[in-house]
């Protein structure tokens, strides 16, 4: 069993690139739901209260299937928690799982970055790229290397993939660097952000479980504006349209970023979201 849920979380870490999102996988689903509700209200309460209760009931609770303890720290650093940087720190060295170890570096890193200003960032996301920081490893390289590819940084797409040819075997890399090109080449080509991810859902996706459209999802959805909710939602339509089985994880992922932004079920199905297929989603 043990086995199971550590090839669950490296296929989720694949499709995600890093980032367990959208390949979250089943029959966990609830938890993730309520790790989710519960990361959202730290980002807003930053209570040391509440991160304690949060850390001892998702992280530290080694009856919880490790698929869960990591996605629960993962989600630290995706809200971006300033608190919590100590104690990912100190996991990443001492935790109990390697797992859970890659996954505590990784989200040090992403809040530890964040903070920084931007000629700052750039250089420290040179060094981690290069594997020159400390509390590095090969995920948090690949982290690095994201954040070129996402913002657009064609200037950096070389130096990328010299770097992922040392962490990645030829396979990896190749599929890694697919996804690279397209994100600079939409991101680098747009007006806006906004309208750069939009032509990206509209654009085919050749990528390792359509990792390039499940990307662009997510980003919609950290933009929040009413502009990429309209997107998203009339990506949804279009999904529905067509092949359920073929696009069933594309508008899981699609569905799922909307009720994360605060678009009830209500709201999806007045749009013209089936209500058989929000059911068969949530």
Partial sequence: MRRALVLLCLLAALISGGRVTAGFPPPYH?????????????????????????????????????????????????????????????????????????????????????????????????????????????????????????????????MVSAELAEILAEKRRSEEMLLCRLQVEVISGGPTRQVALAQALSTPDPTTFGRFHLWAIEELGRLGTRESRSTLVNHALQLQEGDIGENWQELTATVRVLREMDVSKDDLIREGVSARILAGIE
């Fill in 30 to 158: 609830t938890e993730r739901a309520a790790i989710d509700a519960a990361a959202r209200e730290l980002s807003v309460s930053a209570d040391d209260a509440a991160l304690k209760n949060y850390l001892h009931e998702f992280v530290e609770d080694k009856r919880r299937p490790l698929v869960i303890r990591e996605y629960a720290i993962t989600r630290l650093g995706d809200v971006g928690l300033k608190d919590a940087e100590g104690y990912l720190l100190k996991l990443s060295e001492h935790g109990d799982d390697p797992v859970l170890r890659n996954a505590a570096r990784r989200s040090y890193w992403v809040i530890r970055v964040q903070g920084l200003e931007p000629n700052e960032r750039h250089e420290e996301l040179v060094k981690l790229l290069r594997g020159e920081s400390e509390a590095s490893s090969s995920s948090v390289r690949l982290w690095a290397a994201q954040q070129f590819c996402e913002a657009g940084d064609a200037g950096a797409v070389d």
